[in-house]
């Protein structure tokens, strides 16, 4: 199956500051999504976004499907972003419809 | 926006117990709901894909006799954890989409169940 990778792992920051994480995958995708799982369990949906770039507020991600990537910019960060931030892709049609495949997250920390 | 609503959000129960756990489509139809776990600090998996009117396909290393999954209208979705052994102690959560292929997955807010 698909392989997702996010990286880093970790992230600290002090709160203001910008930051940029990354999902890698093994395939070509039909649906790309980056979450925000906050810490009650809560999965937010931050952006659909198979290519191309979007925008909303301090957030901002792009993905180049053609180099199988995703980037989500976070700025002015905020001691609210901290939490976990997870890719997920879900490939090309057939059976494999609709089941998004998760990267292992990136565990974010703002500080005050 | 499309929201998915689950219930409970949590639910403690002794082993050997049975647990339901419903995961609605509030404002839009889905054929198809989708059931994930998440072990503590670990990513989510696919356990289960739910069908409207027929039965769920699971993924490969799920027991489909222990975690029974009911897709009986286009609405809701039922997850049954069935004698439940300390083992099974997870947060559980549904997603549907609304339309077809190219469309974000919708999450509801989970379940965390604990079995003592």
């Known amino acids: 199956g698909i392989q997702v990778e996010q990286s880093p792992p970790d992230l600290i920051l002090q709160e203001g500051a910008n930051s940029t994480l990354r999902c890698n995958f093994s395939?070509?995708?039909?649906?790309l999504q980056w979450f925000h799982q906050n810490p009650w369990g809560q999965l937010i949906n931050l952006f659909y976004?198979?290519?191309g770039t979007k925008q909303n507020g301090r957030l901002s991600a792009t993905t180049v499907a053609t180099e199988r990537y995703s980037l989500l910019y976070i700025s002015s960060s905020q001691t609210t972003d901290s939490g976990v931030y997870f890719c997920?892709?879900?490939?090309?049609?057939?059976?494999?419809?609709?089941?998004?495949?998760f990267g292992q997250g990136t565990i974010l920390t703002v500080h005050p | 926006g499309a929201v998915v609503s689950q219930h409970p959000s949590r639910v403690i129960c002794k082993s050997g117990t049975s647990v339901k756990i419903e995961c609605r489509s509030l404002?839009?139809?889905?054929?198809?709901m989708f059931w994930y776990r998440q072990f503590p600090k670990k990513s989510l998996m696919l356990m289960a894909t739910?069908?409207?009117?027929?039965?769920?396909?699971?993924e490969q290393g799920v027991e489909k006799d222990k975690f029974l999954i009911n897709h009986a209208s286009l609405t809701l979705s039922t997850l049954t954890v069935t004698s439940a052994h300390p083992e099974d102690s997870s947060f559980y959560i549904c997603?549907?989409?609304?339309?077809?292929?190219?469309?974000?997955?919708?999450f509801g807010n989970g379940t965390r169940l604990t079995v003592t």
């Open positions: 997603s549907a989409r609304v339309g077809q292929e190219r469309s974000p997955l919708h």
């Open positions: 395939d070509s995708v039909n649906n």
């Open positions: 976004i198979p290519s």
């Open positions: 997920a892709v879900d490939p090309p049609g057939g059976t494999s419809y609709g089941k998004l495949t």
């Open positions: 404002d839009f139809q889905a054929t198809t």
């Open positions: 739910s069908n409207e009117g027929s039965k769920a396909t699971y």
